[in-house]
């Protein structure tokens, strides 16, 4: 349902901010309204496209706001992100593993979202490459790509991260190392060292004050929850190795640039509540719910991402550092004449990339951005000020 997400938003934020102090949101939340309003719009600036051969005349059009909150720009991103990755990723096999904190952190997550999520990256890539370089485990260093994700099947709040590692690694000699085992790294013992790791890095944050205490909470308590935690069992899962490269960048691709929601997940909108189908590709099933139009605005708004945090992230052998490191383990894990392919399966074939609309009519080459005129990427003075009126 396209431009449905824009009329849930219309028709609810102002109950929405109408329960807010000072019926305001946080500059994350205003900025992922104002793309989501003004979205392919003049408010975003327009682009000049033209032929390269030069070919008249040239076409304007409307500017896409690129907001990772966006569902007009999500499909478009995702796609990008799988092509590059395709052809960067190793033809080995790689596990898939996901790592979840405690809700008890939410709070402490939700008010101070960047160094949170930075630290829970950390985490999760010091657990496993402490594993990894381990010679019980594989004795080398691998390579990953960890996606974090704020919501659950059902848009809720529950943050986590994805990884994909490679099974095996470079030992310091250059040689490509297999894993020791065929499950690559235990979850039981993934699942301890990550908890000791995150549980440390809360209690340094809130010791150093990079981590804030949110209101009406103290730092003594923190303090006890991270303590009484450490006893606790923590969701960590390692799926067992796929073999198929090109099925597990799509899988983890699939929760990168989307956002929670997208408008083909959406059934129907009767101005009142919101019908979603849910599909999970793994669990292999289907099932519907519904939300009412401010509990929708509500968990999109809780799931805008933070800007300038980079909710995608490269480690060890993926780390754009690493370039020659991860062309010398190419080489060894497959022969030269395969490594002009790219990818061991092309992306989906319904909605192809490349295919782009914007051709020339006269020789069919791909029209080019001539020229851009930016809009803004944050929402004036006067677009808050209205909305502020219609919640008051
Ligand atoms: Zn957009
Ligand atoms: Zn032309």
């Known amino acids: ?31 992922g309204v104002w793309c989501i309003a003004t979205c392919r719009t003049a408010a975003q600036g327009t682009h000049i496209l033209a032929c390269p051969d030069g070919h008249g005349p040239v076409q304007e059009a409307f500017n896409s ?30 596990i898939h593993t996901i790592w979840t904190m405690p809700d008890v ?8 979202r960047s160094t949170y999520t930075t630290l829970f990256f950390r985490a999760c890539w010091e657990t496993v490459q402490t594993l990894m370089a381990d010679p019980r485990w594989c004795g080398a260093r691998p390579g990953m790509l960890a996606v974090f994700q ?23 000699d250059g040689h490509w190392q297999a894993p020791k085992h065929s499950f690559v790294i235990c979850a039981r013992v993934a699942m301890a060292l990550f908890r000791g790791k995150m549980r440390a890095f809360i209690l340094d944050g809130l010791a150093d004050g990079s981590l804030s205490c949110p209101p009406n909470t103290t730092q003594a308590h923190w303090i006890q929850e991270a303590n009484r935690q450490g006893l606790r069992k ?8 796929y073999a198929e490269t090109g099925r597990v960048i799509r899988y983890i691709g699939a929760y990168l640039k989307r956002g929670p929601l997208s408008e083909r997940r959406i059934e129907a909108y009767d101005g009142q509540t919101v019908r979603i189908a ?44 690493a370039a020659t490191m991860l062309t010398q383990a190419r080489s060894q894990i497959q022969p030269a004449a395969d490594a002009s392919t790219a990818c061991d399966t092309p992306p ?45």
């Not at 923590?234 to 190795?241: E, L, S, T, Y």
């Not at 295919?355 to 006067?382: D, F, K, M, N, T």
């Open 1 to 31: 349902m396209r431009g449905v997400i824009r009329n849930i938003f219309d028709d609810h934020l102002p109950t929405v901010l109408a329960e807010r102090e000072g019926h305001d949101l946080s500059e994350r939340e205003w900025r």
């Open 65 to 94: 706001c690129h907001h990772r909150g966006c569902v007009q720009c999500g499909w478009p991103a995702t796609q990008r992100w799988i092509e590059r990755r395709q052809a960067q990723i190793l033809h080995c096999a790689h």
């Open 105 to 112: 952190f939410d709070p402490l997550w939700l008010y101070n």
């Open 150 to 172: 704020s919501w659950g099947d059902y848009t809720q709040r529950h943050p986590h991260i994805h990884a994909i590692v490679t099974a095996g690694g470079m030992d310091k």
């Open 234 to 241: 923590w969701n960590v899962h390692v799926q067992p190795p």
């Open 278 to 321: 849910h599909k999970h590709s793994e669990k292999h099933n289907a099932d519907n719910y519904e939300l009412s139009g401010a509990e929708c605005v509500r968990r999109l708004l809780l799931h805008m991402p933070e800007p300038w945090l980079h909710t995608s992230r490269a480690y060890g052998l993926y780390h754009p550092a």
């Open 348 to 392: 989906p074939a319904e909605r192809p990339v490349s295919a782009s609309p914007l051709c020339c009519p006269i020789c069919g080459r791909r029209l080019y951005v001539h020229l851009r005129i930016h809009g803004g990427q944050s929402p004036p003075e006067e677009f808050r000020q209205q909305q502020r009126e219609r919640a008051a």
